[in-house]
């Protein structure tokens, strides 16, 4: 049946049951049309409940946890007589993560919304309400935002909502929280493509992050007083968050002097690790949402661990569920591969070093005068070398077309920005690409080298520039062709040396990163790639 509506759900679909298939498409419906449901996350124990009504009776036609759970509350209505209670009873059937809408045809106008583990927030607007996992969802249509914790229940119609609790249905009281994102910044401003606007809003993001964050000849995070200096920071995040962690590594073991373990947050939650009583936990996040590194801060606050969050995003639960935390102010991503948010993360987390550094003595000398200095002049000269550094991407990524794979090396900081070139490029233009340090090569992957797989390097002027460039050679002996980023004057001899202007120690890090975000965006258009949307991929990892 069809009809005009001012209510509706939808969903895009991230397969994890079930094949990206039509019949696997949300929304999903009961028995009886009665209900219909879109659902984000993983019911664990779907196949049991599956087999149970499928015992009673039920009928199913796809193969999803999300048509499980829609017979599941189908029976819970009807075993209560009430849409809320029969929400309530089949959520206490259920294990697993989850987030999902529901509209019931006898309650037209209506939606029915749970969270437990996976993002949920209502938009509030004049007239009208939305659900969605994510802020730029609605941001053209308003900017006051409820987030829903878990174990919520809302229900919503064009002029009225209401929270409960899940369990026991009792009204719960939200605080209604203005997001200072406009909708602006939620669309393409002439751009082809969301990832190309975001990379070259580059500039601003860095401006933003300083603002008011640099007085007086001191960095200014209050948000680090609260908490004492570390003995030992282990700072826990995923895919190019983790990047970030891993750059700030070098930075905070030598100026600040604190030791530094950098782990994946997805193998973090599964090993019992050894926590010390000056132990601090940053969780870094551009979402604020992402599954496994909440289940990280859960883990260090049962251990008695602070925790400090590093996110985008204002309210979301990494920052609701950390004991202090630092927003990047980047703005809305909409484009599923990360860039600007790395770059935010790489500012605060460098300031960062300068507070702790300051608080402990430990700066080497005119550092901290050096970093004041430059900084803020950092946004004007990124924001003139990135046309031509754009230019350089595109010539190259169209003469390397034909390589089916690369090798991203580096050392030093350099390192984790090879790593995030490699995975750039393999998740926009599906080109396969591995980052090593570079001294890693003649322990085994230097065997793959010959004239079809081409090297990507990071060869900037510094204390390391001679040990990459023996590396270099290596490859070269072999047949392999090497795109090298180099500074003027200090350039290794390669195939094809890309010139980056001289900046002075850890800030060439903010040239480089764009470098290889371009050559890998360039690389999938001149490919025929989506770019903002590569295939497999969702923008925030909301499930385990």
């Known amino acids: 049946?069809?009809?005009?509506?001012?209510?509706?759900i939808g969903h895009t679909r991230w397969a994890t049951h079930g094949l990206p298939v039509e019949r696997n498409a949300h929304p999903h419906m009961d028995?009886?049309?009665?209900?219909a449901l879109v659902h984000n996350g993983i019911i664990e124990n779907y196949a049991e409940l599956k087999a149970e009504l499928m015992a009673e009776g039920h009928v199913f036609h796809s193969e999803t946890d999300t048509e499980v759970l829609v017979h599941v509350i189908a029976k819970g209505v009807r075993l209560t007589g009430d849409v809320r209670q029969g929400i309530s009873w089949a959520l206490s059937q259920v294990d697993g993560a989850y987030a999902f809408a529901l509209l019931s045809r006898e309650h037209p106008g209506k939606i029915w919304a749970s969270r437990k583990a996976s993002p949920l927030l209502?938009?509030?607007?004049?007239?009208?309400?939305?659900?969605?996992?994510?802020?730029?969802?609605?941001?053209?249509y308003t900017r006051e935002v409820v987030f829903l914790d878990n174990g919520e229940l809302v229900e919503i119609d064009a002029g009225s909502w209401q929270v409960f609790d899940a369990v026991t249905l009792a009204p719960k009281a939200k605080e209604v929280k203005h997001i200072s994102w406009d909708v602006q910044a939620a669309q393409k401003d002439g751009y082809k493509h969301f990832m190309l606007k975001e990379i070259f809003e580059q500039p601003k993001v860095i401006r933003d992050c300083l603002a008011g964050r640099i007085q007086k000849g001191r960095v200014v995070l209050p948000e680090l007083d609260a908490l004492e200096v570390p003995g030992r920071l282990t700072i826990v995040a995923c895919g190019t968050s983790y990047h970030a962690g891993l750059w700030a590594k070098y930075l905070l073991e030598s100026w600040a002097r604190i030791p530094v373990q950098v782990e994946i947050a997805s193998e973090f939650r599964?090993?019992?690790?050894?926590f010390l009583p000056d132990d601090l936990v940053l969780t870094i996040s551009q979402s604020g949402e992402t599954a496994d590194t909440l289940a990280a801060i859960r883990i260090a606050r049962e251990a008695g661990v602070p925790i400090l969050g590093l996110c985008n995003v204002v309210g979301s639960s990494i920052a609701r569920e950390s004991d202090q935390v630092v927003y990047t102010q980047a703005g809305p991503e909409i484009s599923v591969a990360s860039t600007k948010a790395m770059c935010s993360q790489m500012v605060l987390l460098l300031l960062m070093t300068l507070s702790w550094g300051?608080?402990?003595?430990?700066?080497?000398?005119g550092v901290l005068e050096r970093c004041l200095a430059d900084l803020p002049q950092l946004p004007e000269r990124l924001g003139?070398?990135?046309?031509?550094?754009r230019e350089k991407a595109r010539s190259l990524s169209q003469e390397y077309s034909d390589a089916r794979s690369f090798f991203f090396l580096g050392r030093g900081q350099n390192f984790p920005l090879a790593l995030e070139g490699a995975l750039k490029l393999k998740e926009i233009s599906y080109i396969h690409a591995e980052g090593y340090a570079a001294g890693e090569m003649k322990h085994g992957p230097i065997a793959l080298i010959d004239p079809h797989f081409p090297t990507f390097a990071m060869a900037l002027g510094d204390e390391l520039l001679q040990k990459v460039a023996s590396n270099l050679q290596?490859?070269?002996?072999?047949?392999?062709?090497?795109?090298?980023?180099?500074?003027?004057?200090?350039?290794?001899?390669?195939?094809?040396?890309?010139?980056?202007p001289e900046v002075w120690g850890p800030l060439k890090s903010f040239l480089v990163l764009p470098a290889v975000q371009l050559f890998a965006y360039e690389m999938a258009v001149y490919l025929g790639k989506d770019v903002d949307q590569p295939r497999n991929l969702a923008k925030s990892v909301t499930v385990e």
Do not use: H
């Open 1 to 8: 049946d069809t009809a005009s509506s001012v209510c509706g």
């Open 31 to 35: 028995g009886d049309r009665r209900f």
């Open 122 to 140: 209502m938009g509030i607007g004049t007239g009208e309400n939305f659900l969605a996992s994510d802020i730029p969802a609605f941001l053209p």
């Open 270 to 274: 599964y090993r019992d690790s050894v």
């Open 358 to 365: 300051v608080r402990k003595g430990s700066l080497p000398e």
């Open 384 to 389: 003139m070398e990135l046309p031509a550094i």
């Open 474 to 500: 290596e490859v070269q002996a072999r047949g392999g062709r090497i795109i090298a980023l180099v500074n003027p004057g200090a350039a290794p001899a390669v195939e094809d040396p890309w010139v980056l």
